[in-house]
């Protein structure tokens, strides 16, 4: 589902808090009043809230900042420029990093590419989970990077972003964030962001990485029903420090982009001091969860693979790595 012109001028238009005819509207845009209600109507398919008042007109419930790649373009640090070699926004897309997986079947992609998406409508989680996406409410992105080494190497990879998404919300104004191994980055023990990493090869020596990342930023929709765990978003963490999607984007870019060009020679122990810093579990009681077994433990960091260090019940420190494996906090 793509956004025309009108559709984006209208979405602007009806974010400055005041009411507008469909005639004003009409006129303002150059379109036909039949026209400005169809393009309503899309608007709410998307799942955006309208508030229309007789006698009044319509706004948005909630102004939206729609995706800018001039303005996310502009917010790449220069150092980071060289890094991202391409920078595709999507309107709307079954998941971003769908997207990049299929566009790498047809053809080797370069290293920093990057997407982004208004909207997902096949996001997913780790093992399978979906992941709520609704329109321009929170930032789907994913980067892509070519690694000539063996997969066992990239164990960590997923971890290594989860220290630089840290970082760059750090760096939007947000504090007291954690980690939750292997890659949720939780705020009061609520889901904020997720990290999915998904890898390509057919050789043993040649793999292609692709990294999608979602972060809650203003969760309106009715979608959020369908969330089956404690989420939070950056609006509920940060009242009075409202976050421009475009800009997070961009630091996101700016955090995640060197981790991948440093891993492939350094892997993740460039990371680990992050980690170390943002881990929200070390030292606590957890519970590992694979199928129906499990076991307890007290967390004790990360190894430089990824591996969770669990401190078990018997006193003996196990390595415990991601796989199809859950972490639940005692």
């Not at 020679?265 to 606590?284: A, E, F, V």
Request: charged share 25%.
């Amino acid at each position: 589902m793509e956004l025309t012109v009108i559709h984006k001028k209208l979405i602007q238009r009806l974010s400055d808090g005041q009411y507008y005819s469909g005639k004003q509207l009409a006129l303002e845009l150059g379109i036909s009043r039949t026209s400005v209600w169809n393009s309503l109507k899309k608007l709410e398919d998307l799942g955006i809230e309208l508030h229309a008042v007789k006698g009044k007109g319509t706004r948005l419930a909630e102004p939206l900042e729609l995706l800018d790649k001039r303005q996310v373009l502009d917010g790449v640090s220069l150092d980071i420029s060289g890094i991202l070699s391409r920078l595709d926004v999507l309107d709307c897309t079954p998941s971003t990093n769908a997207y990049l997986v299929q566009q790498s079947r047809l053809r080797k992609i370069d290293n920093g590419t990057v997407c982004l998406a208004e909207m997902q409508t096949a996001g997913k989680g780790r093992l399978g989970r979906a992941w709520v996406s609704p329109f321009a409410q929170n930032v789907y992105i994913s980067f892509v990077w070519n690694f000539k080494t063996g997969v066992g190497a990239l164990s960590g990879l997923s971890l290594a972003c989860g220290a630089a998404v840290c970082k760059a919300l750090q760096k939007m104004g947000l504090s007291e964030h954690k980690l939750k191994w292997p890659n949720d980055i939780l705020f009061e023990g609520k889901k904020l962001a997720g990290i999915l990493v998904e890898i390509q090869g057919e050789s043993q020596d040649e793999y292609t990485a692709v990294i999608g990342i979602g972060v809650n930023c203003h969760m309106t929709s009715p979608l959020t029903k369908k969330i089956d765990q404690p989420w939070v978003d950056l609006k509920a963490a940060m009242p009075n420090h409202p976050v421009s999607r475009n800009e997070l984007a961009a630091e996101l870019i700016n955090q995640v982009l060197p981790v991948l060009s440093a891993y492939e020679s350094q892997g993740l122990k460039p990371s680990l001091k992050y980690w170390d810093d943002y881990d929200g579990c070390k030292n606590k009681k957890i519970r590992i969860i694979s199928g129906k077994n499990f076991s307890t433990g007290i967390a004790k960091g990360i190894t430089e693979f990824g591996e969770l260090k669990l401190l078990n019940d018997a006193g003996d420190i196990e390595l415990i790595s991601s796989g199809e494996v859950s972490l639940r906090l005692e």
